[in-house]
């Protein structure tokens, strides 16, 4: 059951939820900056909360992506590193551990000890793939002895981030993080995740880290940042270890096609893991300078070959990291400009528009959060509700109440009249 033409965009705004700001009077980023489109959105629209796993429960990307696709990140979801890899072409084989990985800055100890002083290196924007090289090159060589036959291969992302696979013939045991999540902390040594099982998975991970800070600390890129007073990237910390999930196609679960513009490589891995449609847009870095507008544009030509089409700005959730309120405010900005350029080219008689977040990740906090996410969803087949403003608490007064993550895909397929009947 296909309504011929009908289209649908989710456009999720990374990290978009905050809690209230003190400077701002109380109002949240996203209440206290102007956001005429996405208001426009809300009074077209029918508007809710959404809570992308459950209420108060903290969601990752990966696991927010997951549920808002559909698919039940309690039994799909097995490590945030296979996602990542995949996003930066690699090929997750079964057996292999991946792991998400940082550039950082670390300083040493007179014991030795290495603290770290900022994971993402100053947000490192260039040098990444020479030093990858000369990683992979120093494990190349060590892999017999040090690294216990293990072979490790580092692929740089988007700025400070970057892939982490181990291979070998025989069986692996998914190591613990050894990235401390957070400045000033030690590095952490890695575990076997589970008590009791074999340690030599985590024990050749250690000997690289070690490894990767030799290779790093004395690398050219990184006295040529030191010159320039720019911090090094001098070790790489991985963390989040997973092993190649086992996903149905987008296609087959849902009955339709679909597309991902997206600007991290960790959404992107999830939709080749789906196959899905991966299209990049032109400038679209991730970062603050990302640009937005080649973002939107990209997303309404990918509508013209897939049927669902989900679009992720990754700035919002860069400053809510950095706890910066009014970057934030620079950010939903952003956002909102995306939505009127969306708005002033679609036909929303043959169009679904959702827009909402995938978590909260508060100025105050510095990391994702619990709080729901507002929603709205305008378009064909939608009945408007009384809310005329975008926002936290503007958005709670709507028809949808709170939803789930995974309730998206079926309020979307039942608009677009794609949804198999329940029962009799």
């Known amino acids: 059951m296909d309504e011929s033409g009908i289209r649908a965009l989710i456009?999720?705004?990374?990290?978009?939820?905050?809690?209230?700001?003190?400077?701002?009077?109380?109002?949240?980023?996203?209440?206290y900056q102007s956001t005429p489109n996405l208001d426009q959105i809300a009074k077209r629209g029918e508007c809710g909360l959404m809570d992308p796993i459950a209420p108060g429960r903290r969601a990752g990307s990966d696991t927010a992506h997951i549920s808002i696709l559909g698919?039940?990140?309690?039994?799909?979801?097995?490590?945030?590193?296979?996602?990542e890899a995949m996003g930066v072409g690699m090929t997750v084989q079964r057996g292999d551990l991946a792991f998400r990985c940082n550039f950082a800055t670390v300083k040493p100890r007179a014991d030795g000890t290495l603290i770290v002083v900022d994971r993402r290196a100053g947000r490192i924007a260039e040098g990444t793939a020479q030093l990858a090289a000369a990683v992979n090159e120093a494990a190349a060589r060590e892999k017999a002895s040090r690294l216990k036959g293990i072979e490790f291969v580092l692929k740089e992302s988007v700025e400070h981030r970057a892939a982490l696979l181990m291979h070998t013939e025989g069986a692996q045991t998914?190591?613990?993080?050894v990235?401390?999540?957070?400045?000033?902390?030690?590095?952490?040594?890695?575990?076997?995740?589970?008590?009791?099982a074999s340690a030599e998975s985590a024990e050749a991970l250690n000997e690289w880290v070690r490894l990767t800070y030799e290779v790093l600390k004395d690398h050219p890129v990184n006295q040529a940042r030191v010159a320039a007073k720019k911090k090094p990237a001098n070790i790489v910390l991985p963390r989040g270890c997973g092993v190649a999930p086992h996903l149905r196609p987008f296609a087959e679960a849902h009955g339709t096609t679909g597309a991902l513009v997206v600007e991290v490589a960790l959404?992107?891995?999830?939709?080749?893991?789906?196959?899905?449609q991966i299209i990049d847009a032109p400038g679209a870095t991730g970062g603050y300078d990302t640009d937005h507008i080649?973002?939107?544009?990209?997303?309404?030509?990918?509508?013209?070959?897939?049927?669902?089409?989900?679009?992720?700005?990754?700035c919002p959730d860069l400053a809510g990291h950095d706890g910066l309120a009014e970057k934030k405010c620079e950010t939903v900005a952003k956002l909102d400009e995306c939505a009127g350029v969306?708005?002033?080219?679609?036909?929303?008689?043959?169009?679904?528009?959702?827009?909402?977040?995938?978590?909260?990740?508060?100025?105050?906090?510095?990391?994702?959060?619990g709080d729901p996410l507002p929603l709205a969803i305008a378009g064909h087949g939608v009945r408007s509700d009384e809310v005329t403003r975008y926002g936290e608490r503007p958005c709670a007064h709507g028809n949808l109440g709170r939803v789930r993550g995974h309730d998206i895909m079926p309020l979307v397929t039942n608009l677009l009249g794609i949804q198999e009947k329940f029962g009799a």
């Open 294 to 314: 080649s973002l939107a544009k990209t997303a309404l030509q990918a509508l013209e070959e897939a049927q669902i089409v989900l679009c992720n700005l990754k």
């Open 267 to 276: 959404i992107k891995g999830l939709g080749r893991y789906l196959e899905m």
């Open 11 to 31: 456009f999720i705004g990374d990290g978009l939820g905050d809690r209230p700001v003190a400077e701002f009077g109380g109002l949240t980023p996203l209440e």
């Open 71 to 83: 698919y039940d990140p309690f039994v799909s979801y097995t490590g945030r590193g296979p996602l």
């Open 342 to 369: 969306i708005l002033g080219a679609v036909d929303l008689d043959k169009t679904v528009l959702v827009f909402t977040g995938d978590h909260s990740t508060p100025v105050s906090v510095r990391d994702h959060s």
């Open 179 to 196: 990235d401390p999540h957070d400045e000033g902390k030690a590095i952490w040594t890695s575990r076997p995740e589970e008590p009791g």
């Open 174 to 177: 998914p190591c613990t993080d």
